[in-house]
Nanobody, 114 residues
Framework: VQLVESGGGLVQAGGSLRLSCAAS????????MGWYRQAPGKQRELVAS???????TYADSVKGRFTISRDNAKNTVYLQMDRLKPEDTAVYYC?????????WGQGTQVTVSS
């Protein structure tokens, strides 16, 4: 299983970015898809996740600002990030769960300047 992320970059506070993650390879059924992030000196944390049925979970710090969605036909998950804050700066990692196994993307840097 390969995960290819795109959409990171540098943005000013208050701006928006959209992350994408496309899964390919030996995929029969993807269960949950999600995004995690890791800031320097901090542990990796869940940002948002979405099940195959469309149920979503968000970290409290991003509720109301970020929106996760997925296109099951394309095996792709998206993260729309609005009203970005400097504290959102981190490397963002895509995660998919297939038959109980976790797969990770290579990470994409998101930097929010104040």
């Amino acid at each position: 299983v390969q995960l290819v992320e795109s959409g990171g970059g540098l943005v000013q506070a208050g701006g928006s970015l959209r992350l994408s993650c496309a899964a390919s390879g030996n995929i029969f059924s993807i269960n949950a898809m999600g995004w995690y992030r890791q800031a320097p000196g901090k542990q990796r944390e869940l940002v948002a996740s979405i099940t195959s049925g469309g149920s979503t979970t968000y970290a409290d710090s991003v509720k109301g600002r970020f929106t996760i969605s997925r296109d099951n036909a394309k095996n792709t998950v998206y993260l729309q990030m609005d009203r970005l804050k400097p504290e959102d700066t981190a490397v963002y990692y895509c995660n998919v769960v297939i038959w109980g196994n976790d797969y990770w993307g290579q990470g994409t840097q998101v930097t929010v300047s104040s």
